[in-house]
């Protein structure tokens, strides 16, 4: 079982963890670093999670200054490359930034920046960038706040912010519930310490509609949009049909989108 009680510790332990598989390499056997490995890590996230594309937008971004906030296999920031934006990428980890640099390379692109660091100290001036985004990542480090702060102050005034964050009130979550507390005899357990405990690496937190307003209200920023989306993982679709139907009537009970797993902020720094 994992535990997330000495902050430092944890930093390492998740970095270990995105170190030995960097988001998506899972779902290849080609040869490592190959055009057929990362070709294939990118059909799977984009067939898994295709709501990537309308939210990020990419094309919008042409010479726009944009940072990545956790490239791992370096999916998206190809996007953001091939669509001409002046990009900056940061990873936690060694590994995330040599597969990214040498995607990139393989595509003979080379107009970009990557370096190691630490989302919730970002390496770089306050009012940097036209655009930060970040796909399902800092909810991985100890400080999510902290993280969405930095994001927050390296942003220019009157630029946008894009983040995905895991959604606590989700029916994956309570799946997780299910598998790792009720069924386990321990039902008293909550929803943030089956994800901590479970999902993915040690400490993996989600978070509420409500905790992200009440966060974004004291912050440099006009929030256009909140929304949650109700995913290819809360459909169970990985389990087969009967598992998805299953799925699907709960989501219909429940209310559809609003128990979904992504949770999206789109938000606009104040001029």
């Known amino acids: 079982m994992k535990t997330t009680k000495n902050t430092p510790a944890v ?5 270990d963890y995105w170190n030995n598989q960097p988001c998506g390499t899972q779902f290849t056997e080609a040869l490592p670093f190959s055009k057929e490995y990362f070709a294939n890590i990118e ?7 295709p709501e990537i594309f309308s939210f990020a937008q990419f094309t919008r971004y042409r010479e726009k200054k944009i940072l990545e906030v956790g490239t791992g296999a370096g999916s998206d920031f190809t996007q953001w490359v091939r669509s001409g934006a002046n990009a900056t990428g940061i990873d936690a980890t060694e590994a995330g930034v040599q597969h990214t640099t040498q995607r990139l390379l393989l595509e003979g692109l080379n107009n970009f920046e990557l370096i190691v660091g630490d989302c919730e100290k970002l390496p770089f001036p306050e009012n940097t960038f036209d655009l930060v985004y970040s796909w399902g990542v800092i909810h991985h480090t100890p400080n999510t706040w902290g993280a969405l702060s930095e994001i927050i102050r390296v942003c220019k005034p009157g630029g946008e912010i894009k983040v995905m964050i895991y959604h606590r009130h989700s029916l994956l979550s309570l799946f997780f519930w299910v598998k790792y507390a009720l069924l386990k005899g321990r039902p008293w357990k909550s929803l943030s310490w089956c994800l901590s405990n479970y999902m993915e690496s040690v ?3 989600a978070y509420t509609r409500k905790e992200v307003q009440n966060f974004l209200i004291k912050q440099p920023v006009n929030t256009i949009k909140i929304n949650t989306y109700l995913t290819f ?7 087969g049909t009967a598992y998805t139907k299953i799925a699907q009537c709960l989501a219909w009970l429940l209310g559809g989108n609003r128990v979904g797993w992504f949770l999206t902020i789109r938000a ?3 001029q």
């Open 11 to 15: 930093k390492d332990q998740v970095r």
């Open 43 to 49: 059909e799977h996230r984009y067939t898994v999670e």
């Open 268 to 270: 606009q720094k104040n």
């Open 203 to 205: 400490g993996t937190k």
């Open 233 to 239: 993982y809360d459909r169970l679709e990985r389990f």
